[in-house]
């Protein structure tokens, strides 16, 4: 699994990874996750929320309500439900950081895409909620937006239209998942441990908000 080659890949650099499957969409699976993963791994510092459900790409005047509340409730429950069962014992312990992927689509629209823009546009808001309420406790929250990245999730599009994106870009590429990773890891690190609240575009600069 993709979860599997991550566990080794951290193992192989002399790291210490554990897998754990759960529908975070699910407060009781999100429990016993936490659980898990305190007993094999110890305290959390940085909880990334970044679990995604996919969508049609469709106008809006075909696009199904089932669809738009699979995306929007699920996205937002996932967040909701992992912040509850992690967050906690950052506060108890005055420090953590909080990741939310976001889409650079939260805040600039495109076609076909309303319930991810939407969805997106939730968690970037309940992102800047947290960062308020949970700064007081030692606790940082920040969202990373990343514009076109390679992923599985994007080998829908045409090559034509990876490149028309990337000739729109100032950088001149589009988005590798290492991109994203890095603007993650900075976010997690001691390095930015005055930030919280920020929204952070990891685009290529076509996104300059």
């Known amino acids: 699994t993709a979860a599997g080659e991550v566990v080794a890949a951290i193992r192989e650099t002399g790291g210490t990874a554990v897998a754990v499957q759960a529908d975070v969409r699910d407060a009781g699976q999100c429990e016993a996750m936490a659980r898990e993963v305190a007993e094999k791994l110890g305290n959390v510092d940085a909880l990334v929320l970044n679990a995604a459900i996919s969508f049609p790409v469709a106008p809006f005047l075909k696009f199904q309500w089932d669809d738009f509340r699979e995306k929007f409730t699920g996205e937002l429950a996932a967040a909701f439900f992992c912040c509850k069962a992690f967050v906690p014992g950052m506060v108890e312990r005055r420090?953590?950081?909080?990741?939310?992927?976001?889409?650079?689509?939260?805040?600039?629209?495109?076609?076909?895409?309303?319930?991810?823009?939407?969805?997106k546009s939730g968690l970037d808001s309940f992102a800047k909620s947290l960062a308020l309420e949970l700064g007081p406790f030692g606790v940082?929250?920040?969202?990373?937006?990343?514009?076109?990245?390679?992923?599985?999730?994007?080998?829908?599009?045409?090559?034509?239209?990876?490149?028309?994106?990337?000739?729109?870009?100032?950088?001149?590429r589009v988005g590798l998942p290492e991109d994203v990773a890095g603007a993650v890891l900075f976010l997690a690190s001691d390095e930015a441990r005055f930030i919280t609240g920020a929204y952070l575009p990891v685009s290529g600069g076509i996104q300059m908000p």
């Open 140 to 172: 940082r929250v920040n969202v990373v937006a990343p514009g076109l990245t390679l992923t599985d999730a994007t080998s829908f599009l045409t090559q034509k239209e990876k490149d028309g994106t990337a000739q729109m870009t100032p950088l001149k």
């Open 95 to 119: 420090r953590g950081s909080v990741i939310a992927v976001s889409s650079g689509l939260s805040r600039q629209p495109g076609e076909g895409f309303c319930a991810h823009s939407t969805a």
